[in-house]
């Protein structure tokens, strides 16, 4: 009997993960089993030829013998995004049932792009525009124009990369991108699974698993304006125990644009334990420093001159975070699931940012700040999936409780601005010295974050699949203001639902709808903010800042044509806001915060795949969208002028996004690649009158590498072309205001040379 029985693993050919769910299959698919969450599977009985098979993957055929121990390859199917998801209700779930709208950016796009910073591969999703500011800094374009607001949830691993309230725009610098698996980016709200600030969407980083086999890859990374990089990735089992580590340590001098020089070291772990077949332990550990020169923007003169001189050669920012989880898994017999994480963070920002300088026009004297920002959290995530035979339905209920103390301070510093002859610009801010006497925030906050949420599924009759959820958010905050002397507490609760369909129509097509709520609430440094004239109330602080507040329609389908050469993914949605808090640019360039009345969102995002052949892949990705005030007057506290700006288009907001590739991979030259990728971002209103507007951008990049026993040579060319543009353009909604610039970077030559090693 022990002769008969044959045991094995399957895992994916890319990144070496061993894959749950593979169905293997013999006498003609009367007889099979899946693979269990480590990719493992026992075979008892006689069977010679086996079918192998997952979604999103090559079907394979082979051969065993009784008795033996087999390991089974599987390559992705490329040309098959109906592939298997988690980010919609932290499972795995096919994509085709789940209805919203949901990106995966696959480990081999991820690895061909082989990316300086994570925004060259988040901006290949179709509605997306991750905004790159330098050194890793940005902003983000999902359903919302660009924005530093906190609309956006960044995960790792399911687990929000910072706690609610504390949202930096900046967060993803805090990430080890190459120890990323793969990416999936929800557009739309899923508050009813996440909670507040995933309203415009939510991006998933998926660590990288141990591998089933010995693996390790080593690399560097260079380019002619000063940047180089070193990384590094090594994963292994053995029995129940798996381990990967990874990490890269990268550096910036003497760039192309003055004082933007910069270091960063990142480091990640990640353990796995199988204490039964059926239960699972898994803990991750992730390490980043970062200490960056922040150039700020440049002027139209120094900008359209190509001369790309700093404006401030004092500002920085650094920080430092330390992240850990540990997650209890176990799957039940009737494929039921549970599971409960707990995790910490410590964290800190420390600055001097370029950002917060304020000088009025025809003064020889500015003034800016230092401040910082620390928190450690402590908290779980629960989660138990039940499955019922009855409509085929499944249940979802989940909590979540997070501990976050906080404290924030921030304090005046003192400049020089030297003018040119036409006295209408800066050229160059001097530092002249640092006044903590002259405290601009001081804060000490500890957030209570608690929820409860539940998601049902069932399917009332064949082929349609309806899920209902609902969520219950309360973030409460005890504080302590040493600037006012006050002392208090703060709560901001919501109930978000959610309702969505799929309908399968066969053959590969299908379409669904859903229906869902989103709020944020007011993050603490805005909320702490010190007016510069006191509120009608007489607050000298925000309190009373409310939480935005969205609904969200949504209707879109996919289609796999042409024996599954051509893949289509659509959505058309509209999102209507009520209280978004927006920056007001004033003239002496601080920020007044204000509460919208109302504003509309709305457009329609479509991906599109083309595989002709085994030696061409065409993708696009692009979104056409409105973002407009509906019910907003703009007040300048400079003058007693009312704007009324109903039916504007909001500032920072391009109507057209696309990023489109073409790959080539040649049959007469094994492990060869290379491909043109093309990125269109239209023009935008720099300010809420629309009184000024930026063209928009179009760049390539080329990118170009060969493998040869381990061995992999690459060059990308990033802006192939040396487009003169702007990343960002901002203008206040005064006739005396400049307009900002944020260059993009000219040609740049990465080269890079990657070995890595795959045991047996």
Do not use: C
């Amino acid at each position: 009997m022990a002769q008969s029985v044959i045991t094995g693993q399957v895992y994916d050919a890319q990144t070496k993960e061993p894959l749950p769910g593979v169905t293997l299959s013999w006498a003609e698919g009367k007889s099979g089993v899946t693979t269990d969450a480590n990719g493992h599977f026992p075979i008892t009985g006689i069977a010679t030829k086996i079918t192998v098979s997952a979604v999103g993957y090559r079907t394979q055929e082979i051969t065993v013998t009784p008795g033996q121990a087999v390991r089974v390859s599987l390559e992705p199917a490329i040309e098959d995004l109906q592939t298997v998801v988690v980010t919609g209700n932290r499972e795995a779930a096919l994509r085709t049932q789940t209805p919203i709208a949901i990106s995966k950016l696959s480990p081999r796009l991820i690895e061909e792009t082989k990316p300086t910073s994570i925004y060259e591969v988040i901006n290949k999703t179709p509605g997306v525009l991750m905004v790159n500011l330098g050194n890793e800094q940005h902003m983000m374009a999902i359903r919302q124009p660009m924005t530093t607001n906190a609309y956006f949830l960044y995960l790792e691993d399911g687990v929000p990369i910072r706690p609610m309230g504390v949202f930096n725009h900046n967060a993803l610098l805090e990430l080890n991108q190459f120890t990323v698996s793969s990416i999936e980016v929800v557009k739309g709200p899923v508050s009813s699974i996440y909670g507040p600030e995933a309203v415009g969407g939510a991006v998933n980083f998926i660590t990288q698993r141990p591998t089933a086999v010995p693996t390790a890859r080593v690399g560097i990374q260079a380019d002619q304006w000063g940047y180089q990089r070193l990384q590094f990735g090594a994963g292994a089992r053995q029995g129940k125990f798996g381990i990967y580590v990874g990490g890269l340590v990268s550096r910036q001098r003497n760039s192309w644009l003055a004082s933007s020089d910069y270091t960063k070291s990142s480091y990640f772990t990640r353990l796995e334990y199988a204490l039964t077949v059926r239960t699972r332990l898994t803990g991750t550990l992730s390490y980043n420093d970062y200490d960056s020169q922040t150039s700020g923007s440049v002027d139209s003169t120094a900008f359209f001159a190509r001369q790309y001189v700093s404006t401030t050669d004092f500002t920085y920012r650094k920080t430092f975070s330390l992240r850990s989880r540990l997650t209890l898994e176990h799957d039940w017999t009737n494929g039921s699931q549970s599971f409960v994480t707990a995790f910490f963070r410590n964290n800190s920002v420390g600055q001097n940012p370029a950002y917060a300088i304020r000088w009025t026009s025809g003064s020889a004297t500015a003034t800016g700040q230092i401040n910082s920002n620390d928190f450690k959290s402590y908290g779980v995530i629960a989660q138990h999936t039940q499955r019922l035979k009855f409509l085929n339905s499944k249940l979802i209920i989940g909590a979540t409780l997070d501990l976050s103390p906080n404290s924030y301070y921030a304090y005046q510093t003192e400049m020089a601005a030297e003018l040119r002859a036409d006295k209408k610009s800066v050229v160059r801010y001097t530092l002249l010295g640092e006044r903590p006497d002259l405290q601009l925030a001081n804060y000490q906050a500890h957030i209570h974050n608690t929820a409860a949420y539940m998601q049902y599924e069932f399917e009332p009759v064949s082929k349609l699949r309806v899920s209902a959820g609902l969520r219950y958010d309360r973030m409460a905050f005890d504080y302590t203001n040493a600037l006012d002397k006050t002392a208090g507490g703060k709560a901001y609760s919501q109930v978000t639902p959610k309702i969505g369909a799929t309908y399968d129509l066969g053959t590969g097509k299908g379409l669904y709808a859903n229906y869902a709520k989103g709020f944020a609430p007011p993050a603490l440094t805005a909320i702490f903010l010190k007016r510069t004239t006191p509120s009608a109330s007489g607050d000298l602080f925000y309190y009373n800042l409310q939480p935005a507040k969205f609904d969200n329609m949504e209707i879109g389908g996919w289609a796999s044509l042409l024996n599954n050469k051509v893949y289509v993914d659509a959505a058309l949605y509209q999102m209507n806001g009520t209280n978004e808090l927006l920056n007001i640019r004033q003239p002496d360039n601080s920020t007044d915060y204000q509460s919208a009345g109302k504003t509309l969102h709305r457009g329609v995002e479509i991906g599109l795949t083309y595989r002709p052949s085994k030696q061409w892949f065409l993708r696009f990705g692009g979104t056409h969208a409105v973002h407009q005030f509906v019910e907003f007057t703009l007040s300048q506290r400079t003058s007693d002028a009312i704007q009324n700006v109903n039916g504007k288009d909001m500032p920072s907001a391009p109507r057209t996004l696309w990023n489109t590739e073409i790959s080539y991979y040649p049959l007469w030259l094994t492990n060869f690649r290379a491909s043109v990728e093309w990125q269109h971002v239209a023009s935008w209103y720099q300010n809420q009158t629309n009184t000024v507007g930026y063209g928009g951008y179009d760049f390539a990049n080329v990118r170009v590498g060969y493998q040869w026993k381990g061995i992999e040579l690459y060059t990308n060319v990033l802006n192939t072309t040396n487009a003169l543009f702007a990343t960002n353009a901002t203008r206040g909604n005064n006739a005396t205001d400049r307009t900002t610039y944020t260059p993009a970077a000219p040609r740049t030559f990465v080269i890079g040379l990657q070995y890595s090693f795959s045991g047996k």
